[in-house]
């Protein structure tokens, strides 16, 4: 199969190492040699220095062994966090949910604020609304499922905690309730 496999991947995910774009492409030559051409026009990749130190990492299998077993575990510690912390603001009549984490750095968190009125008095229209919102009220960067499609006005958002600790995540709670009761 290796004349019909093309195989992508990168470090950003699967180090949780947000905002990193370091990756690369194994596949037939030339198909490669296409991607390299096209990507020669994109104008945009990573560093010099975040190539060199991601092909000393990937030289490392026990290190990364060691790293992915520590990473899993905290990933799924503060996405677990994250999810009851929502659902437990659920159950005290807020209109928030989430979604059972299943295997990523992001949690969905659902939250119902359209048409709901800020203490400014602006009402909350549009998923961007309501993420800047909780970014300026609470502190919790959320990043809206109608940036990559989905239909605008779901209430669906993508909640990374590849940066956060599980005590900013514990701290992010009191914010949150406080920034959903200030909604009228």
Known sequence: ????????DGISKSFAATG?????????SSIIQ???????HVG??????EQVATTTLLSN?????SFHKQMKGEVSK????????????KKQGFAV????????????????LHGRRTPEGATLQSDDEVRS?????????????SAFGQEEGSGWFRLSVGAVSLSEITELMPRLKKALEQLA
């Open 1 to 8: 199969m290796t004349r019909h496999t093309i195989y992508v």
């Open 78 to 89: 503060r996405l677990q966090a994250l999810h009851d912390g929502l659902v437990a603001l």
């Open 20 to 28: 990193l774009r370091v990756g690369w492409g194994i596949g037939p």
């Open 34 to 40: 296409q991607m390299s051409d096209l990507l020669t």
């Open 61 to 65: 299998d026990g290190e990364i062994d």
């Open 133 to 145: 919102y909780l970014l300026k009220r609470a502190g919790l960067a959320a990043v809206p499922f």
């Open 44 to 49: 945009a990749w990573a560093p010099r220095p």
């Open 97 to 112: 949910d989430a979604a059972i984490p299943s295997g990523a750095i992001y949690l969905s968190g659902l939250f119902r």
